[in-house]
T-cell receptor, first 114, second 118 residues
Framework: AQSVTQLDSHVSVSEGTPVLLRCNYSSSYSPSLFWYVQHPNKGLQLLLKYTSAATLVKGINGFEAEFKKSETSFHLTKPSAHMSDAAEYFCVVYVTGTASKLTFGTGTRLQVTL | GAVVSQHPSWVICKSGTSVKIECRSLDFQATTMFWYRQFPKQSLMLMATSNEGSKATYEQGVEKDKFLINHASLTLSTLTVTSAHPEDSSFYIC??????????????FGPGTRLTVL
């Protein structure tokens, strides 16, 4: 069975400083990995996804993530945080199989301060 | 592209009444749609998976008679909460998987529906 662990429930950064949101996964097979962002009282927006192509994935709004198989990690980064980045971020894993369902991490709340 | 809408965005109803929530894929055909429930400050919990033209598959612990799902077309799925009670109050989010998605694993999410049962 697959699982995903978001190592920080809350991250606070100053505007203009780098963002790092950590995610580790567990999967018996080659996974597809996603990062979604959710603003308050809104649905989820796809930031980026990894599907076994390039290990460094670029997404929207300046975010990127690197798939590291040896570390079973898929951390999300952004060089410079903006106030509008404040939101909840979910790391998600998908493994092909009979279940074919997404497995969500518990989420990381990103706070951006002036 | 890949826009999913939900209607209504919020609804308040009396205990014992039924509420229908619509999920539409606006610019693509969705062979599969998913319904999630999210409690405050928590992650999403998958309730059921619906495939166009067939019965929905419910997750363990989800009452199929209480949460009726219909996926009548490739662009519309509905969730009806029957005989709603205050404990059904939650944020309901749908997602859709695009027909022809080569790996079939990317889901596009709707904006969610806030249900409050008085």
């Amino acid at each position: 069975a697959q699982s995903v662990t978001q190592l920080d429930s809350h991250v606070s950064v100053s505007e203009g400083t780098p963002v790092l949101l950590r995610c580790n996964y567990s999967s018996s097979y080659s996974p597809s990995l996603f990062w979604y962002v959710q603003h308050p009282n809104k649905g989820l927006q796809l930031l980026l996804k990894y599907t076994s192509a390039a290990t460094l994935v670029k997404g929207i709004n300046g975010f990127e993530a690197e798939f590291k198989k040896s570390e079973t990690s898929f951390h999300l980064t952004k060089p410079s945080a903006h106030m509008s980045d404040a939101a909840e971020y979910f790391c998600v894993v998908y493994v092909t199989g009979t279940a074919s369902k997404l497995t969500f991490g518990t989420g990381t709340r990103l706070q951006v301060t002036l | 592209g890949a826009v999913v809408s939900q209607h209504p965005s919020w609804v308040i109803c009396k205990s014992g009444t039924s509420v229908k929530i619509e999920c539409r894929s606006l610019d693509f055909q969705a062979t599969t749609m998913f319904w999630y429930r999210q409690f405050p400050k928590q992650s999403l919990m998958l309730m059921a998976t619906s495939n166009e033209g067939s019965k929905a598959t419910y997750e363990q612990g989800v009452e199929k008679d209480k949460f009726l799902i219909n996926h009548a077309s490739l662009t519309l799925s509905t969730l009806t909460v029957t005989s709603a009670h205050p404990e059904d109050s939650s944020f309901y989010i749908c997602s859709a998987r695009e027909r022809g998605d080569p790996r079939g694993n990317t889901q596009y999410f709707g904006p969610g529906t806030r249900l409050t049962v008085l």
